[in-house]
């Protein structure tokens, strides 16, 4: 079983920074693209940024220029640098991993995980 552990949420004011980490844990095989996608209330889960396991990554309009995506593949983790905040980057923030491969060599699964979600909050 492979499990994706968010940290780095909170409460912060308009024009302040967090830096969110999400952690991949289990059998691990491969871990093809990562990503961040937020939820705020009362809209539909969104695309904030996404990290290919070569590096090339693509942003929410929205964020470019304020937000960076970053990943260490020895330690299985993918960051959100977010800068700049606005009170409408106020959402639940959560790790999606859409192909990761894992098992043994003897047996294999392919399938998508999600982080429980952080709470990211910037007050005016």
């Known amino acids: 079983q492979v499990q994706l552990v968010e940290s780095g949420g909170g409460v912060v004011q308009a024009g302040g920074s967090l830096r969110l980490s999400c952690a991949a844990s289990g059998s691990i095989l491969f871990i093809d693209a990562m990503g961040w996608y937020r939820q705020a209330p009362g809209k539909q889960r969104e695309l904030v940024a996404r990290i290919t396991s070569g590096g090339t990554t693509n942003y929410a309009d929205s964020v470019k220029g304020r937000f960076t995506i970053s990943r260490d593949n020895a330690k299985n983790t993918v960051y959100l640098q977010m800068n700049s905040l606005k009170p409408e980057d106020t959402a639940v923030y959560y790790c999606?991993?859409?192909?990761?491969?894992?098992?043994?060599?003897?047996?294999?699964?392919?399938?998508?995980?999600w982080g429980q979600g952080t709470q990211v909050t910037v007050s005016s």
């Open positions: 999606n991993a859409p192909s990761v491969r894992s098992g043994s060599t003897f047996s294999t699964t392919t399938r998508q995980y």
